[in-house]
């Protein structure tokens, strides 16, 4: 089409061909079998000038308006790389999204300002196609080979006893012990409906420990209240622990023997074009959990769990 109305426009292949910088011969041949195709003639060619017929008339008509919409949508879709806009919706587990994510919205708000964010928080598995979620923020392995997930940070985790518990069972000091003599609140899959055993970096391989319990639940809060009132002993994310522990609400326990931690990645289904405004959500994403300090172990910056911030440290 683009080489049809540039022969009419020039009213001469060879002026043509020389603004749209191809071989003659290529031009003519284009022509030839786009008439070819569409079995009429749209050219009346003399060796003096080139003309239009009637078919050839229609025909430059619906090709002007057809790339002209074609130029106007791809200028919209360069321009939305450039700027990223639209609806996005985000699903983030609740902690992680009152702890790190909300706190610093303000800087994506800042740097994105044509997105508009839906953010459900929530730890239950979410069918991204099916619920319209443009991606989400999940921590532990991608099971669904349909999706694709971009690590953008780790969990790391404490063994964490109440006092009271502690008052009553007393400290567990090898793993043996925490099997036969110890009790456990039990955090289930939303996905399987299975316990999650608990788990040991040991000589530097993940093994998994079965410990009793008599309570198994599905929500993190639920989870660490139960650890709090003594329920039983619990395996709990550094950054939720970490005020407990300084007020003495929780103590760590087996040091020596850290659980593995979990990654988190944002997980969006397969695109041969990634939207721009998830690209854009993803690289904040990885930038913001990278550097937040309630995440990377540094307890100097703890106050930040009590003020509801997210130290983002700045490189130098």
Sequence with gaps: MQVFMAVVDANSFTRAA?????????????????ENFLKVRLLNRTTRNVSLT???????????????ELEETEAAFRDVAQRPQGRLRIDVPTT?????????????????????????????????????????????????????????GSLSFLNCAA???????????TLEELQTHHKAVHYFSSRTGRNI????????????????????????????????????????????ALPYLESGALREILPQWKPAPVPISVIYPHSRHLSPKVRAFADWAAELFGTCSLLNGRDSDADAIHSGECTISRKT
Excluded: H
Aim: one cysteine or more; glycine letters at 10%; aromatic letters at 8%.
């Design 163 to 173: 006092p009271s518990y502690l008052e009553r069972y007393g400290e567990p000091r």
């Design 54 to 68: 009637p078919d050839g008339a229609a025909y430059y008509e619906r090709c002007a308006r057809i790339l002209t």
């Design 197 to 240: 055993d608990w788990d040991f970096i040991i000589d530097g391989v993940r093994t998994e420990v079965k410990v009793d319990g008599s309570v198994s639940v599905n929500d993190v809060q639920a989870y660490m209240t139960l650890g709090l009132q003594g329920f039983g002993l619990i395996q709990a994310s550094r950054f939720m």
């Design 18 to 34: 020389g603004n749209l910088g191809l071989p003659r011969a290529s031009v003519t041949t284009t022509v030839q079998n786009l």
């Design 96 to 152: 992680l999204g009152r702890l790190v994510l909300i706190p610093r919205l303000c800087d994506f708000r800042m740097r994105y300002p044509d997105i508009e964010l839906v953010i459900g928080m929530g730890d239950r598995p979410v069918d991204l196609v099916q619920e319209a979620v443009d991606c989400v923020i999940r921590g532990g392995d991608l099971v669904d080979s349909t999706l694709v997930a971009r690590r953008i």
